[in-house]
């Protein structure tokens, strides 16, 4: 949606989005006390600030009304833990800090620093979990309303818009993800499948106009007088070319629609209107 440094980003996968990064080198060493945290896991300064039980379980974990568990306490606690750091990471993504350390992460939920890592196993299980988080909430973005039988020039621009919702909402992210990838196979392996996604969905909306049957196997595509087509719309269309159109030449929204309207109609062999 993974369009940081370089990201692909994105990395979502509804309607044809298949959705981020931290450099491995810019992950604060000291993000875990190993001699903060005994055995246990228990901070020895007592709880973190934000682990205070919910409300109506006890100091023993139990509810007053006796329903709920210690056990029941903890994994509530555990969850509303996990998803405060995790949206800590995505507020900084968002603040342009791609790159923050485990105690500004600590700080912004509202968790003690040695805490930090109770709740992810390390970094990189943090940073994946948060470019889920970002990308679920990008499906709704995902799908192009345009009927598949429209003129040309409106599927393109049912297109575009698509592009530059999705890649707006997930850009951060997008250029996290990017970054990491070298590093982490399974963000790697994501962002394949992301992109593979974005490229089914321009094959299928401009089948006409590329030539490629919709039942096609790739070796077919391949084939197909349309593959050149079909490669250079995806290149036009993806999250890195909206990151140089942005960062690299400075253009505004309505100036890249206008450069992809153009580019894409004489790709396709029409006239932008």
Not at 223 to 232: E, V, Y
């Amino acid at each position: 949606m993974g369009e940081s440094p370089e990201v692909d980003q994105a990395g979502v996968k509804p309607a044809g989005v298949d959705p981020a990064g931290v450099d491995p080198a810019g992950v604060d060493p000291a993000g875990v006390d190993p001699a903060g945290v005994d055995p246990a896991g228990v901070d020895p300064a007592g709880v973190d600030p934000a682990g205070v039980d919910p409300a109506g379980v006890g100091p023993a974990g139990a509810d007053s009304a006796g329903g709920d568990s210690a056990g029941d306490g903890r994994r509530l606690r555990r969850d509303r833990n996990r998803t405060a750091v995790v949206d800590a990471l995505l507020d900084l993504y968002g603040e342009s800090n791609l790159r923050p350390s485990t105690a500004e992460i600590a700080k912004r939920a509202g968790l003690s620093h040695r805490s930090l890592f109770r709740y992810f196993d390390d970094f990189d299980d943090l940073c994946r979990e948060a470019i889920v988080r970002a990308e679920q909430r990008a499906v709704p973005l995902i799908p192009i309303e345009v009927d598949p039988a429209a003129p040309l020039t409106d599927r393109i621009d049912a297109l575009i818009t698509q592009r530059l919702r999705l890649f707006e909402v997930l850009g951060p992210v997008a250029l996290v993800s990017r970054l990491n990838a070298p590093f982490a196979e399974v963000l790697a392996a994501e962002l394949t499948k992301n992109r593979a996604f974005l490229r089914a969905q321009l094959a299928d909306l401009f089948a006409p106009e590329l030539q490629i049957a919709p039942e096609a196997s790739p070796a077919e595509e391949a084939d197909a007088t349309g593959s050149a087509a079909l490669a250079a719309a995806d290149v036009l269309c993806s999250f890195e070319s909206f990151h140089l159109l942005t960062t690299d030449q400075h253009l505004t929204s309505p100036e890249i629609r206008t450069v992809l309207m153009t580019a894409l109609a004489g790709l396709l062999n029409r006239p932008a209107s």
